[in-house]
C-alpha cells in the first residue's frame, strides 16, 4: 500500500516534470495588427498556414492551439521596437513602418497585401514645379524619418512637422504647407484638396524577424515560412483545365508548362485531349488568347488552395 502510494506520487511527479518540459519547449511569438488596414489579411494568413487560434473579443494574446506559437495583437508601430528586442520574434506590418522605425530587424518574406504609397502631396492649385517647392516649407507628416531622409538626400530644407492621424487636412486648417503621408486610390487627398507630387517610398505588408532567434525558433520560423510560400504560390497561380486538338499539343504545352509538364489524357472523342496545368495569374489573359489560336476550348480556371513545389 505504501510502496504504492509512493509509487503513484513518484509517477505524479514525474509527470509534472513532464508538463513542464512541454511548458519550456519553444514556441514563437508573432505579433500582427490589434486592428486596422493590416488586421484582416494577417489574420487570413495565419490561418491559411494552418495556424488555429482564436480572435474573439478584445483579446491581446492568443495561443495557438495547433502550433507552437502565441500571437500578440499591438498596434503595428510598436511592432518593429518588439521585434528589435526580442519581446516577439516576428512581426506582420507595412514595409513603411519598418523603413521609418528603422530598426535592426530582418524583412523575411513580401506578403503582396496592403499596397501603398508613401507621397508628398501639396494644394490642388498650387504651382508645382519640382523639389524645390518644398524649399523652406513646412510638412505635416506621420512619417518624420524617412521624410526627414528623403529631404536630406535630396538637399531640401523644410519644417517637417509630425502628426499622428488626419495628416490630409493639416494645409487646409493652416497647420503646414503640404503633407506627406499614405496614398492608396488616392481619394484622401482628392477629398481634402491636394495633389500628389512625388512618391518617396511603396510599400507592401512584410514578415519582420529579430535577427537573433535562437536554432528552435529559426526552425520554427522556417516552418512558417514554408506554408507562407505554399499560400503565396498558391494565391498567384491556377489551374487550368481545356479540351485541345491533338495535333496542336506540342503547342499548347510550350504555352503552358506548368510544374513540370501538363497532364495530358485522351478524350472519348477522338483525335482530341483533355489538358491540365498550372498558369500565374499575371498572364492569365496573355495565355488564354494563345491557347484559343490553337484551338483550345472549354477552357476552365480553378484556384488552387495551397502549392508545393
Ligand atoms: N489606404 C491604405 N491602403 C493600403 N494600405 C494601407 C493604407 N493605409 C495604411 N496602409 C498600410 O497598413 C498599415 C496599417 O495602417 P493602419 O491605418 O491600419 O494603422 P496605423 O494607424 O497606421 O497603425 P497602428 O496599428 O500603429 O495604429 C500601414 O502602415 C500601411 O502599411
Ligand atoms: O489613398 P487612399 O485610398 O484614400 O488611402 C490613404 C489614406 O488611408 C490611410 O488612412 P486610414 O484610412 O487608414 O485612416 P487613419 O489615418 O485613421 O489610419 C492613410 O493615412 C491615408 O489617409
Ligand atoms: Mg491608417
Redesign the pocket.
Known amino acids: 500500500m505504501w510502496l504504492v502510494a509512493n509509487g503513484l506520487i513518484f509517477f505524479l511527479f514525474d509527470k509534472n516534470y513532464l508538463n513542464i518540459t512541454i511548458l519550456m519547449q519553444d514556441k514563437i511569438t508573432i505579433a500582427i ?2 486592428s ?3 488586421y484582416d489579411k494577417s489574420v487570413e494568413l495565419l490561418k491559411e498556414c494552418g495556424i488555429r487560434f482564436n480572435t474573439y473579443g478584445n483579446r491581446l494574446k492568443a495561443e495557438a492551439t495547433n502550433f507552437p506559437c502565441e500571437i500578440l495583437f499591438l ?4 511592432i518593429p521596437a518588439y521585434v528589435e528586442d526580442g519581446v516577439v520574434d516576428i512581426g506582420i ?5 519598418h523603413i521609418e522605425k528603422n530598426k535592426f530587424i530582418d524583412v523575411v518574406d513580401y506578403l503582396g497585401f ?3 504609397r508613401v507621397s508628398l502631396a501639396v494644394p490642388r492649385e498650387a504651382d508645382y514645379g519640382g523639389l524645390e517647392y518644398f524649399q523652406g516649407k513646412k510638412v505635416a507628416t ?1 512619417y518624420p524619418h524617412t521624410l526627414k531622409s528623403f529631404f536630406e538626400k535630396k538637399n531640401i530644407q523644410a519644417e517637417v512637422h509630425l502628426i499622428n ?1 488626419s495628416v490630409e487636412i493639416a494645409p487646409s486648417i493652416g497647420l503646414a504647407d503640404a503633407v506627406c503621408d ?1 496614398v ?2 488616392g481619394s484622401t487627398l482628392l477629398s481634402n484638396g491636394l495633389k500628389e507630387v512625388e512618391t518617396i517610398l511603396k ?1 507592401q ?1 512584410v514578415i519582420v524577424a529579430n535577427q537573433n532567434l535562437s536554432p528552435d525558433k529559426r526552425a520554427l520560423l522556417n516552418k512558417l515560412m514554408f506554408r507562407v510560400k505554399a499560400y503565396k504560390k498558391a494565391k498567384h497561380t491556377k489551374y487550368i483545365l481545356m479540351n485541345a486538338p491533338n495535333d496542336k499539343l506540342d503547342e499548347i504545352t510550350a504555352i503552358i508548362p506548368g510544374m513540370k509538364s501538363p497532364t495530358i489524357l485522351p478524350l472519348a472523342e477522338e483525335g482530341w485531349s483533355s489538358v491540365h496545368s498550372v498558369i500565374n495569374e499575371d498572364d492569365f489573359w496573355d495565355i488564354i488568347d494563345q491557347l484559343q489560336e490553337k484551338g483550345a476550348g472549354g477552357i476552365l480556371i480553378v484556384p488552387i488552395e495551397k502549392m508545393i513545389v
Open positions: 495588427q490589434k486596422g488596414r493590416l498596434r503595428v508601430s510598436d506590418i507595412g514595409e513603411n513602418v496592403s499596397k501603398c506621420s492621424g499614405i492608396s486610390t510599400s505588408a
